[in-house]
């Protein structure tokens, strides 16, 4: 070949070969994913999507009362163990006897209720139990003795949990649920002695300081405050504590406000407003809001409507009911109870299987269900 010819076949060679190494070639290449670790400015890997807050479906009225004649728990003759499940938008009651023990749901979108009919029920009867919805996990936990079982709503299943791993609480009161550290927490009323309990791992830890111990005697009502991410624990009659599971520091607070819970306290008396900032406490016509951020609490006036406790209807005259704080609709709902008729404390059974709404912003109450007296 003539050196002019050889030359100018190179130049078209390299030409070609650099066109391919612009455009790829005719022919896929094959990339490696990088193994290195991402620095300082890589981009972040992308977050798992967070699930969406429940809503209640187009045409629902929440705020519109449900029937009078629909299946219902039998409050007066029974304990009431209540619980939110606001991924679902159901509110979980276990109602237990003395011979029998049953699974109910109420839908705060419609405000009616069912009757689950799992295949198998905890055997708890006559007794109301440690009872919380976990949002980390999804499911409702309930506790006695050292036996644990969790509740799906949406598969409709109960199961017990094998023996926990470590130690174990020999017994437990109070119950609530930390959004912080994704776990249960739940206080043995003898030692006072604070539990954190992981669904998952199906593990207690016990917190290393002893919390205070109620010496008059009356039972313990217990909570949590989302937004200063601490337990607030009422000592009836007269003292209240906040606990802080970060550092696991208790502080004595304002004493809370004289509560009539009659007999004793069902447990259900206090609960925390998540939209209002604000733990409630009701009983009896006594109606009492706690600011963390001040350490204050409040009388509430009561609408005059409502003020004699002493009817067979209205939500005033309640003793041993529950209350708890529906995430979807911002609202309290305030179940099962003994209605009284007299300052002596005489009831009548028949009344109590209705169900009653409180807004802490507006202090209003709402029938939801009415009784089918």
């Given at each position: 070949?003539?050196?002019?010819?050889?030359?100018?076949?190179?130049?078209?060679?390299?030409?070609?070969?650099?066109?391919?190494?612009?455009?790829?070639?005719?022919?896929?290449?094959?990339?490696?994913?990088?193994?290195?670790?991402?620095?300082?400015?890589?981009?972040k890997p992308t977050a798992s999507p967070q699930p969406t807050?429940?809503?209640?479906?187009?045409?629902?009225?929440?705020?519109?009362?449900g029937p009078a004649r629909q299946a219902r728990p039998d409050?007066?003759?029974?304990?009431?163990?209540?619980?939110?499940?606001?991924?679902?938008?159901?509110?979980?009651?276990?109602?237990?006897?003395?011979?029998?023990?049953?699974?109910?749901?109420?839908?705060?979108?419609?405000?009616?209720?069912?009757?689950?009919?799992?295949?198998?029920?905890?055997?708890?009867?006559?007794?109301?139990?440690?009872?919380?919805?976990?949002?980390?996990?999804?499911?409702?936990?309930?506790?006695?003795?050292?036996?644990?079982?969790?509740?799906?709503?949406?598969?409709?299943?109960?199961?017990?949990?094998?023996?926990?791993?470590?130690?174990?609480?020999?017994?437990?009161?109070?119950?609530?649920?930390?959004?912080?550290?994704?776990?249960?927490?739940?206080?043995?009323?003898?030692?006072?002695?604070?539990?954190?309990?992981?669904?998952?791992?199906?593990?207690?830890?016990?917190?290393?300081?002893?919390?205070?111990?109620?010496?008059?005697?009356?039972?313990?009502?217990?909570?949590?405050?989302?937004?200063?991410?601490?337990?607030?624990?009422?000592?009836?009659?007269?003292?209240?504590?906040?606990?802080?599971?970060?550092?696991?520091?208790?502080?004595?607070?304002?004493?809370?406000?004289?509560?009539?819970?009659?007999?004793?306290?069902?447990?259900?008396?206090?609960?925390?407003?998540?939209?209002?900032?604000?733990?409630?406490?009701?009983?009896?016509?006594?109606?009492?809001?706690?600011?963390?951020?001040?350490?204050?609490?409040?009388?509430?006036?009561?609408?005059?409507?409502?003020?004699?406790?002493?009817t067979k209807t209205g939500p005033l005259a309640r003793l041993?009911?529950?209350?708890?704080?529906?995430?979807?609709?911002?609202?309290?709902?305030?179940?099962?109870?003994?209605?009284?008729?007299?300052?002596?404390?005489?009831?009548?059974?028949?009344?109590?299987?209705?169900?009653?709404?409180?807004?802490?912003?507006?202090?209003?109450?709402?029938?939801?269900?009415?009784?089918?007296?």
């Amino acid at each position: 070949m003539y050196p002019s010819r050889r030359s100018a076949a190179i130049s078209l060679v390299l030409a070609a070969l650099m066109l391919a190494s612009c455009t790829g070639g005719d022919q896929p290449t094959t990339r490696t994913r990088a193994t290195t670790t991402p620095g300082a400015n890589s981009p972040k890997p992308t977050a798992s999507p967070q699930p969406t807050a429940f809503v209640c479906p187009p045409g629902s009225a929440p705020g519109r009362t449900g029937p009078a004649r629909q299946a219902r728990p039998d409050a007066p003759q029974s304990y009431l163990s209540v619980a939110m499940d606001a991924d679902t938008g159901k509110i979980v009651a276990l109602e237990t006897t003395e011979n029998m023990t049953r699974t109910w749901t109420l839908d705060v979108c419609t405000n009616t209720w069912r009757m689950m009919r799992p295949p198998s029920e905890p055997a708890l009867t006559g007794v109301r139990i440690p009872f919380v919805y976990d949002a980390d996990s999804h499911l409702i936990v309930a506790i006695s003795d050292q036996h644990v079982w969790t509740y799906s709503v949406e598969g409709n299943q109960w199961t017990p949990r094998p023996g926990s791993v470590g130690l174990v609480p020999s017994s437990l009161g109070q119950v609530t649920y930390d959004p912080s550290s994704g776990n249960v927490i739940a206080r043995d009323p003898e030692s006072g002695d604070l539990w954190s309990y992981n669904v998952e791992a199906n593990r207690w830890t016990r917190f290393g300081t002893p919390g205070p111990i109620n010496g008059d005697g009356y039972a313990d009502l217990m909570t949590y405050d989302t937004a200063q991410r601490r337990l607030v624990l009422v000592l009836l009659p007269s003292h209240s504590w906040t606990f802080q599971p970060t550092s696991g520091l208790w502080s004595e607070q304002a004493a809370p406000p004289q509560l009539n819970t009659g007999w004793g306290p069902s447990g259900g008396e206090l609960t925390y407003d998540q939209s209002a900032q604000r733990t409630v406490l009701f009983s009896f016509g006594v109606l009492a809001t706690y600011d963390a951020t001040k350490d204050r609490w409040a009388n509430v006036p009561l609408p005059g409507s409502l003020l004699n406790p002493l009817t067979k209807t209205g939500p005033l005259a309640r003793l041993g009911h529950t209350m708890v704080y529906d995430s979807v609709n911002e609202r309290i709902v305030i179940l099962g109870t003994t209605v009284l008729t007299s300052a002596e404390n005489r009831y009548t059974e028949p009344q109590g299987d209705d169900v009653w709404v409180y807004k802490v912003a507006s202090n209003t109450w709402t029938e939801l269900v009415p009784s089918r007296q």
